[in-house]
């Protein structure tokens, strides 16, 4: 048995990973890279034949996991591709998403739609047994539906992480362990700390939106669309009794659709989200939510007085309706930024956190006045101490989706442990 890692080696995007068993190869996730100067990548050639992959198994629906898929259909490949029901109904919105906003994508239209004919259902738990391979796949707890993957061949185990969640949230179910293993090829975002406590965030994100609607100013919550949005509105439905009424504006079409989408997802939530569906609830969907479809309400909100709350994407600020919001409203300091979700280093929000007293938005420079606040709690992967908890009593790791830095801390502790250690590199088979 052997894994060769494709992709994702000393950086997060581009999962995309070969597995050797039984005479068989299969594909365990393949994603997209993002990224300043990565777009190139996702044109390369993938480092294999894409003809000779007999299937393909994903653990989610984000695009640096799902989105070279197309292309691998374009390329030839026509076999079964495995996934949880609610990877492949996030994965179509994902992927027409990514047909819209890149500039050049490595597919077409149509190779998505070659993909989803090739669309197979594997549930957690159920057995995929591929001649003398099986596969299976354990709860992540990352995205609705997000599996890691076990495989047995050859007379050994292996078990490839996917993305692994936060265990301290609230909406998915924790991450369930996985079996002992001989390899573990596993992701390390997070290998180089813990994150900040989940309740501490929660408090301080009402605390911010509590001050900033008070005084009748606007929150912008700058995020994606899959996952974090219904998350915060998830928190403004539990906790919105606490807070001044306002309105809570969903300015992102793409959130809306996963919005629209989480009812058919209930089965794949943590019990408290069902115990709300079983009771006839919505708890994605907040008192005072509106759904803003045009990008003229969007730009209308712009006149609007506070307070309000306006949730948009990008949740990077590469782009998309939070800039308009942000361009008309950070020179007024009734109002707040507030972001959920990593800021990479030389984009907006990394320039906006230094503080500077103007920023240039669209093409217009403004003067930062409102309140800028970070809550790094909402990740949705695990820490560094939840990383080293679910490999506990793993002999052999290999770290990949991380940046070096990240994967050799993490990697330093496992060894200190007395685990074998690794980075995976690409195209470098190794023997499980
Ligand atoms: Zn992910």
């Not at 008309?328 to 007293?357: C, M, T, W």
């Amino acid at each position: 048995m052997r894994i060769v890692p494709f992709g994702a080696t000393r950086e997060v995007t581009g999962s995309c990973h070969l597995l050797l068993a039984e005479g068989r190869r299969i594909l365990l996730d393949c994603g997209l890279y993002q990224g300043r100067g990565e777009e190139e990548k996702n044109h390369a050639p993938f480092g294999f034949d894409p003809k000779g992959v007999e299937a393909v198994v994903l653990t989610h629906a984000h695009l640096d996991h799902v989105g070279r898929l197309p292309r691998l259909f374009r390329e030839g490949f026509r076999g079964p591709v495995y996934a949880t029901q609610a990877t492949w109904l996030l994965a179509r919105i994902v992927l027409e998403d990514a047909l819209k906003v890149m500039e050049n994508p490595p597919f077409a239209p149509e190779d998505v739609e070659e993909a989803f004919r090739h669309a197979r259902p594997l549930e957690y738990g159920e057995w995929l047994r591929l001649g003398d391979l099986t596969l299976s796949l354990g709860q992540a707890g990352h995205l609705p539906g997000s599996a890691f993957v076990v495989a047995h061949g050859e007379g050994k185990v292996f078990v490839y992480s996917g993305d692994l969640g936060n265990r301290e949230k609230v909406v998915l179910p924790d991450p369930s362990l996985p079996p002992k293993a001989h390899l573990v090829l596993c992701e390390g975002t997070y290998g180089d700390r813990p994150h900040r406590s989940f309740k501490d965030t929660v408090r301080e994100f009402l605390e911010v939106l509590g001050e900033t609607l008070s005084r009748g100013g606007k929150v912008f919550i700058p995020s994606f669309a899959v996952e974090r949005a219904q998350e915060i509105l998830f928190l403004l439905y539990e906790e919105g009794h606490r807070l001044p009424k306002a309105p809570i504006y969903l300015d992102s079409p793409m959130a809306s659709r996963v919005l629209e989408l989480y009812p058919r997802l209930v089965r794949y939530f943590s019990e408290e989200v069902q115990a709300y569906f079983l009771q006839g609830k919505n708890p994605f969907r907040p008192r005072h939510l509106e759904v803003v479809e045009s990008v003229e309400a969007s730009k209308a909100l712009n006149r609007e007085p506070g307070p309000m709350v306006v949730i948009a994407g990008s949740g990077m600020l590469s782009g998309g309706r939070i800039l308009h919001h942000l361009k008309h409203g950070l020179s007024d300091p009734k109002n707040a930024l507030v972001f959920v979700g990593y800021q990479p280093r030389g984009g907006l929000g990394a320039e906006i956190l230094a503080r500077p007293q103007v920023v240039r938005i669209l093409g217009e420079e403004v003067p930062l006045r409102a309140s800028v606040h970070t809550l790094g709690g909402f990740s949705g992967h695990a820490g560094q101490d939840e990383l080293l908890d679910w490999l506990e009593g793993q002999p052999q790791v290999v770290l990949v989706h991380g940046e070096e830095e990240k994967l050799l801390a993490l990697g330093k502790l496992l060894a200190l442990r007395g685990q074998g250690v690794r980075l995976g590199d690409f195209g470098e088979g190794i023997e499980i």
